[in-house]
C-alpha cells in the first residue's frame, strides 16, 4: 500500500525527488522509467536476483544480539551484520540488481561513482562477474584515503578515474560520471550508488536494498516473537542503507527510525557534511532534495571524517521523511564516531566502516527502555578505515 512516505507516479516523495536532467540524459532515464517497474517485477529476473543475493552475495545477513552493548546500553541491541556481505557492505544488494537491469536493457558498458569506493567495489565485482567493462569515477581525495578499495577495483578489473574538481569527493566524482553518461549515452548504464540522482533511481535504489528490512522483520519475528522494533538505526549520506534498513517499518508507526549523519567537525562549523541538519530545498545531481548551499545556490563544500558520508546532499526519500518527522535525525561528529567505533571493537570484535561508526553513536544520544529492542544497520567493515583509525587511536590505548 501506498502511503504519504512512499514515491508517487511522478517521482516524487512529497517535495522531493523528480528528475531535473539536461535533454541529452532524457531518452537514458526515460528507457530506465519505462522498463524498471515491469523488469523488477518480473518472475525470472526475482528468481536470479534472488539466487545471487544467497548464493553469491551471502544473504541472509546475520541479525546479530550484541550482549555488551546492550548491557551498556540498556537495551536489546542487534547489529544486522550487512558488513559480513560479499564486498564488505550492503552495497552489492544494488549493483547486482542493476547489472541484473542492465543486462535487460543490453548495456555494454557500465560507470559508476563512488566516495568510501565499498560501492566502487561492488560494481567491479559485478561487472567482473558478468564480464562487462567498468569504470569508476572517485575523487582524488578518497583515492588517497580509501586506498584499500582502490586496489580492490583494480585487481577486479575495472578502470578508476579521479574526479579533480572541487573538494575532490563523491560529489565530484558523480559529476564526473554524469559526464560520461551524456557522451555516452546509447550503450552505457550508470550504476548509481545511493538513493540520488533522478527519478527512478532513488525509488530503485531503496527497493534493491529493502532487501535488509524484509529479512530484518522475519529475523526478530524468529528471535523474539515480534516482527518489529521499536527503534532501526542507520547511518545517512546519500543513505542506500538507511533506506534499506527503513523500507518495510516506514508505515509502522510503532518502529521509531533514527538517522545518522555526519555531522564533521560540528555543524556550526564549516567542516560538516549535516545536509539535512542545515541544509535548505535545492537540486543537486538531477534531484530536488536538501542540499548544503549558499544563499545564491552554490553547492557547499561538504566534510566528513567518513568518505562515504561526505556528500552535500542526501536522497529525496530521507529529506521527505525528515520534514515530516517520520525520521529523527541525530548529528554525528566525526570524534563521537571514533569513539563509536572503538568501542565496538572492544566489546563485539567487530571493526566497523566508520560510516556505520556514526549509527553506532546514537546509542550515546538515545534514552533507552530496557524492553526496548534496537536494530543497528551495520552498514559495512572497517577494513578500508584501518589507516584512519589507527591515525586516530588514543594515546596509550593501543592494547
Not at 94 to 123: D, F, M, P, S, Y
Not at 299 to 311: F, K, M
Not at 335 to 340: I, K, P, Q, R, T
Amino acid at each position: 500500500m501506498k502511503t504519504q512516505y512512499h514515491i508517487n507516479d511522478k517521482g516524487f516523495y512529497g517535495d522531493f525527488g523528480g528528475a531535473y536532467i539536461p535533454e541529452l540524459l532524457h531518452s537514458n532515464v526515460e528507457e530506465l522509467l519505462q522498463n524498471y517497474k515491469t523488469v523488477l517485477n518480473d518472475d525470472k529476473f526475482k528468481e536470479e536476483l534472488k539466487t545471487l543475493l544467497r548464493d553469491y552475495v551471502g544473504r541472509p545477513s546475520p541479525l546479530y544480539y550484541s550482549n555488551r552493548l546492550s548491557q551498556k546500553y540498556g537495551a536489546q541491541i542487534y547489529l544486522k551484520r550487512e558488513d559480513l556481505n560479499h564486498t564488505g557492505a550492503h552495497k552489492i544488494n544494488n549493483t547486482i540488481g542493476q547489472i541484473l537491469l542492465a543486462k535487460h536493457l543490453n548495456k555494454k558498458r557500465i560507470i559508476a561513482e563512488t566516495g568510501a569506493g565499498q560501492h566502487g567495489v561492488a560494481t567491479a565485482t559485478v561487472c567482473a562477474l558478468l564480464g562487462l567493462p567498468c569504470i569508476v569515477y572517485m575523487g582524488e581525495t578518497d583515492i588517497k584515503r580509501q586506498a584499500p578499495n582502490v586496489e580492490k577495483m583494480r585487481l577486479l578489473g575495472a578502470e578508476v578515474r579521479p574526479a579533480l574538481s572541487g573538494s575532490k569527493t563523491l560529489k565530484d566524482a558523480t559529476n564526473e560520471a554524469i559526464r560520461d553518461w551524456i557522451n555516452n549515452p546509447e550503450d552505457t548504464y550508470y550504476i548509481i550508488g545511493s538513493v540520488v540522482g533522478p527519478h527512478p533511481y532513488p525509488d530503485m535504489v531503496a527497493q534493491f536494498q529493502s532487501v535488509i528490512s524484509e529479512e530484518i522483520k522475519q529475523q526478530l519475528k524468529e528471535k523474539t516473537g515480534n516482527e518489529n522494533p521499536d527503534y532501526v538505526i542507520a547511518c545517512i549520506g546519500g543513505g542506500s542503507n538507511a533506506a534499506g534498513a527503513f523500507y518495510h517499518f516506514i508505515d509502522e508507526p510503532s518502529v521509531k527510525l533514527i538517522a545518522a549523519e555526519a555531522a564533521g567537525k560540528g555543524i556550526d562549523t564549516n567542516h560538516t557534511a549535516a545536509s539535512i541538519s542545515i541544509g535548505t530545498t535545492g537540486i543537486i545531481h538531477g534531484s530536488k532534495t536538501l542540499m548544503m548551499q549558499t544563499s545564491d545556490g552554490q553547492i557547499v563544500e561538504p566534510y566528513s571524517i567518513s568518505a562515504g558520508l561526505d556528500y552535500p546532499g542526501v536522497g529525496p526519500m530521507h529529506a521527505h521523511l525528515a520534514e515530516t518527522g517520520r525520521v529523527k535525525v541525530i548529528a554525528i561528529t566525526d570524534s563521537d564516531a571514533l569513539s563509536a567505533g572503538y568501542e565496538l571493537c572492544k566489546l563485539e570484535g567487530i571493526i566497523p566502516a566508520l560510516e556505520s561508526a556514526h549509527a553506532l553513536a546514537c546509542l550515546n544520544h538515545i534514552s533507552f527502555k530496557e524492553d526496548d529492542v534496537v536494530v543497528i544497520n551495520l552498514s559495512g567493515r572497517g577494513d578500508k578505515d584501518l589507516e584512519t583509525y589507527t591515525k586516530h587511536l588514543p594515546h596509550g590505548k593501543q592494547n
